[in-house]
């Protein structure tokens, strides 16, 4: 049942906000961008598309805010799991801060602080990372016991936590408040924005390649022409995609709600609260208590929402909403006394991982989407709105957006509704969980399988799954452990899972400290250093390149030079964008011709065979057919990655091994590394052979025919002499030999030369980005990659503060285990203490260094390049010459340096 919120609630709102179309004009016919939504999203980007010069008209159905905007709590923190996060989160509060300076218009920001109560030692370790990371942002915040939280809170009971941390840069904000003064900014500086304009379409066209972009949009007052839309529609962003032709979005709206208490005394002033044991939080809001929470079982609005849901709210369900009424009255005695003032429930947007949909639409060339914030739109919307106008005016955000990109997602997780409704009810149902390094999802599982997923399994597999593909993490003996259809938590009419064995093997990783599974993936990760090893990574991204202008666009798209006359070389190459950060890493195998065989097609001319990591393939690929798109080249990419299986045999007894499987020679004369070649195994048919890997060993990746991958494998077994091993063992392996791994070691705000990269990069000719590139090797750089090693023994993951001489110079973007070397290693970019000032080698080496890691600095041992194999004497076979030489050039690198996890 709906009911229109009270008079007094919604009067001011509208009051203010309505001025704002008087000063927009009459609509348009044409406009820069055209931005749909008039919420904190759409009246953020509008602000941020102004401040740069941007001609821009907002459209919004209704009135502003009137969608989830107004009845949202408007919480600000500031400490987030993530750099990208907390540095969004930083550009909103200083947007927010700043308006009424800026604009005479305040935005109702008030800076009141932040605490995360704590009841648990791994939720207290959780909060002391989150508090040394944030050092590395110049976030200020402390670990509290529970008598001082108390007293920096007295209306909290001591006895009903054990610790918290507190987070004073943290707030809130009024989103009509601040919606009208980012409107008044932007319409002050040429924009223009409409309340009462429903887009009836979005235009779309074909351009000279075929493909859809777009031409304008419908209103019913008329046509605006416009090449670029921003979908700001938030829980109806999915209609909006309608608008332009496509299926929808992965989102799911559903019902959250919060309550206003009576009027408290003493509580006015004190900081917010989160309490994530309890999955509720507090927002101070004058004399009240504003309280709500994720439940296990929220109202799921699985057939969407009415267009003309304006300011209105459902009925609060007590049935769902009191599970956090018991541990809100605990923690806060007062708020257990107080009488309830009024309560919100409201329609919000959900996605699959809990983040918004940001980026161009891969499908719609001019569409690009900013809306699905999961209840966090007031944090994040003006940090996101100022990456969202780089996006549109540069191409590409200025920070490394993969999380938040649409195109974290493929076509084939978007299209299934099963998948999407499974992980968005996970995501908001374990929104306030601890977020522990190795967790798994439950739901959304078995999307897609690879050829062997069975026999794996079988074979004692525990899978993980990255990008919807299930994979092997690690092998167990003597059972066999599947991954459990989700349950709902028992909710909705499922029955609860009785067989939790998948769970408990869960369970081990839920820890800050040495995963209880680490012995395990030792032993397989010592198997591929020692013996050999078989890991199953099909599910990499696998892409076929041809067409008359196959090789303009390679030469165009990566930094590696592919003109080169071997038509069986194997060549390792980034993949920029414009402003010179890498897009991708990834291999690339020169095919001149072929016999008509999936691993080798016929094609005219040059073609190129493209293996790319799996959990960024669909971005990869969308931005290889961007670049060809741009520039209007007569090329072809034909996605493969579901009809080629790999498997990959690793370590200094595969080539015995596999030479007992086929007539082919191997050795390094016959078959050098970073080359390819057709080749039969044990008589199942023809494969492509490549001799690379990413585990830094002498080894083979068989790219077979999806049909014959079950039949190679049993070959594989009869012969034997390996064990199966999976990807927890294979990431470390490539941790410790010092190859990269894309969106953690490298990421698109990384230039090839802060990374380490620059010898894949091409002096002669053009790619994209080059001119980037030829600067940074001319000027110098103003981070370095470099790794660093812990003889404490301490877990590194990622995100722990780097302080070089006692002064935070960097974080850890990779952390993981190095068996062979018995250390923690870790890869960081450190900058120069003085700023503006290049980083050398010698000023790396210059330094002392420590690690943060659970609020204890541990002394690190900073090596330029990777201490094992620096000679690349491995990957030949070579074994008896292995000695450790860091300062070697290309030390640590060599065909596959990373990036294909």
């Given at each position: 049942m709906l009911r229109v919120i009270n008079a007094y609630k919604s009067s001011f709102r509208i009051s203010v906000l309505q001025k704002r179309n008087a000063s927009g004009g009459s609509l348009p016919s044409q406009a820069d961008v055209v931005i749909i939504g008039g919420g904190i999203a759409g009246c953020s980007t509008l602000y941020q598309l102004a401040r740069r010069g941007i001609k821009a008209v907002l459209l919004e159905r209704a009135k502003f805010t009137s969608g989830t905007t107004w009845h949202t709590a408007g919480l600000v923190w500031s400490l987030r799991p993530h750099d990208v996060e907390i540095q969004l989160l930083a550009e909103s509060r200083k947007v927010y801060s700043g308006l009424e300076k800026e604009v005479g218009q305040a935005s109702g920001w008030i800076n009141n602080g932040g605490l995360f109560i704590s009841h648990t030692k791994v939720r207290t370790d959780e909060y002391t990372r989150l508090s040394s990371f944030g050092k590395a942002f110049g976030i200020e915040s402390e670990i509290l016991d529970a008598e001082e939280t108390a007293r920096r809170f007295p209306l909290l009971d001591p006895k009903a936590m054990q610790a918290s941390l507190l987070s004073k840069s943290d707030g809130t904000v009024d989103p009509a408040m601040?919606?009208?003064?980012?409107?008044?900014?932007?319409?002050?500086?040429?924009?223009?924005?409409?309340?009462?304009?429903?887009?009836?379409?979005?235009?779309?066209?074909?351009?000279?390649l075929g493909n859809m972009e777009v031409k304008g949009v419908v209103t019913a007052q008329g046509v605006i022409n416009t090449k670029c839309v921003i979908n700001c529609g938030g829980a109806w962003g999915g209609k909006i995609a309608k608008y332009g032709g496509l299926k929808g979005?992965?989102?799911?709206?559903?019902?959250?709600?919060?309550?206003?208490?009576?009027?408290?005394?003493?509580?006015?002033?004190m900081p917010n609260v989160r309490d994530h044991d309890g999955a509720f939080y507090f927002r101070i809001q004058g004399e009240s208590i504003c309280m709500g929470g994720y439940e296990g079982n929220p109202h799921i609005l699985e057939k969407g929402l009415p267009d003309n849901f304006e300011f209105q709210l459902y009925e609060l369900d007590w049935s769902v909403f009191s599970s956090h009424i018991e541990g809100a009255s605990k923690l806060c005695p007062a708020f257990a006394k107080s009488g309830i003032k009024s309560t919100v429930c409201g329609p919000e947007s959900f996605t699959p991982d809990h983040k918004p949909l940001m980026g161009e639409d891969p499908q719609l060339f001019g569409l690009y989407h900013n809306c699905a914030y999961n209840s966090a739109g007031m944090m994040y919307s003006p940090g996101c709105a100022n990456q969202m106008a780089d996006w549109v005016i540069k191409g590409r955000p200025s920070l490394p957006m993969f999380t938040f990109d649409i195109r974290r997602f493929s076509p084939t997780q978007i299209s299934n509704e099963k998948w999407l409704k499974e992980r968005s009810h996970e995501a908001y149902a374990r929104n306030y969980d601890v977020v522990c390094p190795h967790d798994e999802h439950l739901g959304g599982r078995n999307l897609q399988l690879a050829p062997l997923h069975d026999q794996l399994v079988n074979a004692g597999a525990i899978m993980q799954e990255r990008a919807g593909w299930e994979r092997p993490a690690f092998f167990i003996d003597g059972d066999v452990i599947p991954v459990p259809k989700y349950d709902y938590y028992g909710y909705y009419g499922h029955k609860k899972n009785t067989d939790k064995r998948y769970e408990h093997m869960l369970n081990g990783?839920?820890?800050?400290?040495?995963?209880?599974h680490h012995n395990k993936i030792g032993n397989e990760a010592m198997q591929c250093r020692n013996d050999a090893a078989l890991f199953d990574i099909s599910y990499y991204g696998k892409f076929y390149l041809t067409g008359p202008d196959a090789q303009k666009a390679a030469n165009l798209i990566f930094t590696s030079n592919l003109e080169?006359?071997?038509?069986?070389?194997?060549?390792?190459?980034?993949?920029l964008n414009e402003s010179g950060g890498v897009e991708a890493d990834l291999t690339v195998s020169i095919i001149d011709n072929g016999t008509g065989k999936l691993h080798e097609p016929i094609f005219k001319g040059r073609g190129f065979y493209i293996v790319s990591s799996g959990f960024s393939a669909y971005q990869t690929l969308t931005h290889m057919r961007k670049v060809i798109n741009s520039k209007g080249l007569k090329a072809n990419l034909t996605d493969v990655t579901t009809q080629i299986g790999i498997l990959s045999l690793q370590g200094p007894n595969s080539q015995v091994i596999l030479q007992k499987l086929t007539d082919s020679g191997l050795s390094n004369d016959a078959f050098p590394v970073s080359t390819h070649r057709p080749i039969s195994v044990g008589g199942v048919g023809p494969c492509r052979a490549l001799r690379v890997g990413w585990a830094g060993e002498l080894g083979w990746e068989l790219h077979i025919p999806a049909a014959n991958m079950a039949a190679t494998y049993d070959e594989l077994v009869k012969v034997g002499g390996w064990k199966h091993a999976g990807w927890r063992a294979l990431t470390s392996l490539s941790a410790e030999k010092g190859y990269h791994l894309w969106n953690a070691d490298v990421r698109a705000d990384d230039s090839p030369i802060e990374a380490g990269l620059?010898?894949?990069?091409?002096?002669?000719?053009?790619?994209?980005?080059?001119?980037?590139?030829?600067?940074?090797?001319?000027?110098?750089?103003?981070?370095?990659?470099?790794?660093?090693?812990?003889?404490?023994?301490?877990?590194?993951?990622?995100?722990?503060?780097?302080y070089r001489n006692g002064e935070v110079c960097g974080f850890v973007r990779r952390g993981d285990y190095a068996y062979y070397l018995d250390k923690s290693i870790g890869t960081a970019y450190v900058k120069h203490q003085e700023k503006d000032t290049p980083v050398t080698g010698a000023y790396l080496k210059e330094g002392e260094y420590e690690i943060d890691s659970l609020g204890v600095k541990y002394k690190a041992t900073l090596h330029l390049k990777s201490p094992f194999d620096a000679k690349n004497q491995r990957i030949l076979g070579n074994y008896e010459d292995t000695k450790t030489n860091p300062e070697d050039e290309h030390s640590g690198q060599n065909e596959r340096s990373g990036g294909c996890e």
């Amino acid at each position: 049942m709906l009911r229109v919120i009270n008079a007094y609630k919604s009067s001011f709102r509208i009051s203010v906000l309505q001025k704002r179309n008087a000063s927009g004009g009459s609509l348009p016919s044409q406009a820069d961008v055209v931005i749909i939504g008039g919420g904190i999203a759409g009246c953020s980007t509008l602000y941020q598309l102004a401040r740069r010069g941007i001609k821009a008209v907002l459209l919004e159905r209704a009135k502003f805010t009137s969608g989830t905007t107004w009845h949202t709590a408007g919480l600000v923190w500031s400490l987030r799991p993530h750099d990208v996060e907390i540095q969004l989160l930083a550009e909103s509060r200083k947007v927010y801060s700043g308006l009424e300076k800026e604009v005479g218009q305040a935005s109702g920001w008030i800076n009141n602080g932040g605490l995360f109560i704590s009841h648990t030692k791994v939720r207290t370790d959780e909060y002391t990372r989150l508090s040394s990371f944030g050092k590395a942002f110049g976030i200020e915040s402390e670990i509290l016991d529970a008598e001082e939280t108390a007293r920096r809170f007295p209306l909290l009971d001591p006895k009903a936590m054990q610790a918290s941390l507190l987070s004073k840069s943290d707030g809130t904000v009024d989103p009509a408040m601040a919606c009208a003064a980012l409107i008044k900014s932007a319409t002050s500086n040429g924009c223009q924005a409409f309340e009462s304009m429903p887009v009836l379409q979005i235009q779309t066209g074909a351009n000279l390649l075929g493909n859809m972009e777009v031409k304008g949009v419908v209103t019913a007052q008329g046509v605006i022409n416009t090449k670029c839309v921003i979908n700001c529609g938030g829980a109806w962003g999915g209609k909006i995609a309608k608008y332009g032709g496509l299926k929808g979005l992965p989102l799911l709206p559903m019902k959250h709600a919060y309550v206003v208490s009576e009027s408290i005394p003493g509580v006015r002033g004190m900081p917010n609260v989160r309490d994530h044991d309890g999955a509720f939080y507090f927002r101070i809001q004058g004399e009240s208590i504003c309280m709500g929470g994720y439940e296990g079982n929220p109202h799921i609005l699985e057939k969407g929402l009415p267009d003309n849901f304006e300011f209105q709210l459902y009925e609060l369900d007590w049935s769902v909403f009191s599970s956090h009424i018991e541990g809100a009255s605990k923690l806060c005695p007062a708020f257990a006394k107080s009488g309830i003032k009024s309560t919100v429930c409201g329609p919000e947007s959900f996605t699959p991982d809990h983040k918004p949909l940001m980026g161009e639409d891969p499908q719609l060339f001019g569409l690009y989407h900013n809306c699905a914030y999961n209840s966090a739109g007031m944090m994040y919307s003006p940090g996101c709105a100022n990456q969202m106008a780089d996006w549109v005016i540069k191409g590409r955000p200025s920070l490394p957006m993969f999380t938040f990109d649409i195109r974290r997602f493929s076509p084939t997780q978007i299209s299934n509704e099963k998948w999407l409704k499974e992980r968005s009810h996970e995501a908001y149902a374990r929104n306030y969980d601890v977020v522990c390094p190795h967790d798994e999802h439950l739901g959304g599982r078995n999307l897609q399988l690879a050829p062997l997923h069975d026999q794996l399994v079988n074979a004692g597999a525990i899978m993980q799954e990255r990008a919807g593909w299930e994979r092997p993490a690690f092998f167990i003996d003597g059972d066999v452990i599947p991954v459990p259809k989700y349950d709902y938590y028992g909710y909705y009419g499922h029955k609860k899972n009785t067989d939790k064995r998948y769970e408990h093997m869960l369970n081990g990783d839920h820890t800050f400290g040495f995963s209880k599974h680490h012995n395990k993936i030792g032993n397989e990760a010592m198997q591929c250093r020692n013996d050999a090893a078989l890991f199953d990574i099909s599910y990499y991204g696998k892409f076929y390149l041809t067409g008359p202008d196959a090789q303009k666009a390679a030469n165009l798209i990566f930094t590696s030079n592919l003109e080169i006359d071997q038509s069986d070389k194997i060549v390792y190459t980034c993949a920029l964008n414009e402003s010179g950060g890498v897009e991708a890493d990834l291999t690339v195998s020169i095919i001149d011709n072929g016999t008509g065989k999936l691993h080798e097609p016929i094609f005219k001319g040059r073609g190129f065979y493209i293996v790319s990591s799996g959990f960024s393939a669909y971005q990869t690929l969308t931005h290889m057919r961007k670049v060809i798109n741009s520039k209007g080249l007569k090329a072809n990419l034909t996605d493969v990655t579901t009809q080629i299986g790999i498997l990959s045999l690793q370590g200094p007894n595969s080539q015995v091994i596999l030479q007992k499987l086929t007539d082919s020679g191997l050795s390094n004369d016959a078959f050098p590394v970073s080359t390819h070649r057709p080749i039969s195994v044990g008589g199942v048919g023809p494969c492509r052979a490549l001799r690379v890997g990413w585990a830094g060993e002498l080894g083979w990746e068989l790219h077979i025919p999806a049909a014959n991958m079950a039949a190679t494998y049993d070959e594989l077994v009869k012969v034997g002499g390996w064990k199966h091993a999976g990807w927890r063992a294979l990431t470390s392996l490539s941790a410790e030999k010092g190859y990269h791994l894309w969106n953690a070691d490298v990421r698109a705000d990384d230039s090839p030369i802060e990374a380490g990269l620059g010898f894949t990069c091409r002096k002669d000719g053009y790619y994209i980005g080059k001119e980037h590139v030829d600067r940074i090797r001319t000027e110098g750089t103003m981070k370095k990659y470099a790794y660093f090693t812990l003889d404490e023994k301490t877990p590194l993951f990622g995100m722990e503060t780097v302080y070089r001489n006692g002064e935070v110079c960097g974080f850890v973007r990779r952390g993981d285990y190095a068996y062979y070397l018995d250390k923690s290693i870790g890869t960081a970019y450190v900058k120069h203490q003085e700023k503006d000032t290049p980083v050398t080698g010698a000023y790396l080496k210059e330094g002392e260094y420590e690690i943060d890691s659970l609020g204890v600095k541990y002394k690190a041992t900073l090596h330029l390049k990777s201490p094992f194999d620096a000679k690349n004497q491995r990957i030949l076979g070579n074994y008896e010459d292995t000695k450790t030489n860091p300062e070697d050039e290309h030390s640590g690198q060599n065909e596959r340096s990373g990036g294909c996890e």
